[in-house]
């Protein structure tokens, strides 16, 4: 009788935690760029061949620099997130 009892009082200190990590979306705020004005946009009806062809030459530098904001904003969104790291610090560098 005192076996049974202290086999069953010994099952309730063998309590097993299991850690179980699940990932947990998170709003991210980063602000989207600007659109910037583009040159060909500004062009009147009727623009003479050299003047389309050097807004477009310079709407080309615009809308890479551009992209160039968004793929920064869009990395800081979908880059992991590191608990161990303070939050602060440079938004435009991803730590991986």
């Known amino acids: 009788m005192v076996l049974i009892l202290a086999l069953l009082l010994s099952g ?3 309590t097993e935690y299991v850690q ?27 623009a003479l061949p050299f003047v389309l062809l050097r807004a477009a ?8 620099a551009y992209e160039d904001k968004l793929r920064a904003a869009l990395a800081v969104c979908t880059a992991p997130i590191n608990p161990s790291q ?5 938004p435009w560098e991803i730590n991986r």
Do not use: F, S, Y
């Open 57 to 64: 030459l310079a709407e080309i530098d615009r809308r890479e």
């Open 86 to 90: 303070p939050a602060a610090g440079n």
């Open 12 to 14: 309730c200190k063998t």
């Open 20 to 46: 179980v990590k699940v990932p947990v979306p998170v709003e991210c705020r980063e602000p989207e760029p600007a659109r910037p004005v583009m040159p060909t946009e500004t062009l009147e009806p009727g």
